[in-house]
């Protein structure tokens, strides 16, 4: 059940790194230096993610921690940069427990992702726990991208020219 979470939190800790990467076009100078690492950083961990998703096994454990640790590291440069403190600290939550459980999983040989469980536990089991990673990831993610550039900028909205819209009362009566 366990075993699809390490994809998922990685999949949480890239988005996050992401939309604090992304905020390099509203930066200057020293800031871009210290956010850019964070596009890479964060297209590394969803690619990550997806591999593993699709091997359906932890590919690469201890590589995934020590990638762990260098996102930690890029994390506290880019609080140099500018970038929020609460999005880091989430993503930090979320790729030091990808990177651990990752690292656990290498050392036990790789294991499947279904970590021997497919006889018995059922596919409703395993959907079940994929749900509730799912709900976790979020439950992080959310927070930490409400604190970046994307996310304080994610609700305004150019429908065309600038020109705004007509509101449109639908209970005025004519």
């Avoid at 593993?52 to 762990?68: D, T």
């Avoid at 880091?88 to 690292?103: D, E, R």
């Avoid at 979020?138 to 020109?163: I, K, M, S, Y």
Wanted: overall charge neutral.
């Amino acid at each position: 059940m366990l075993r699809s979470w390490p994809a998922l939190l990685a999949w949480g800790a890239g988005l996050i790194h992401l939309a604090i990467g992304a905020s390099v076009t509203g930066a200057g100078g020293t800031a871009v230096v210290l956010l850019a690492p964070m596009l890479i950083l964060g297209v590394a961990e969803l690619g990550w993610g997806i591999a593993v998703l699709r091997a359906g096994r932890i590919r690469r454990g201890r590589g995934a921690a020590v990638g762990a640790i260098i996102a930690v590291v890029l994390g506290a440069v880019a609080l140099l940069g500018g970038a929020p403190v609460i999005a880091i600290a989430a993503a930090t939550v979320l790729v030091v427990a990808s990177g651990a459980m990752a690292a656990r999983s290498g050392a036990e040989g790789d294991a499947g992702a279904d970590g021997g469980e497919a006889t018995v536990r059922g596919p409703r089991t395993r959907a079940a726990g994929t749900v509730l990673g799912a709900v976790l990831v979020a439950a992080l993610v959310t927070p930490g991208l409400a604190q970046t550039d994307a996310g304080a900028n994610g609700g305004v909205h150019d429908h065309g020219g600038g020109a705004d819209l007509p509101l449109v009362d639908p209970h005025a009566h004519h």
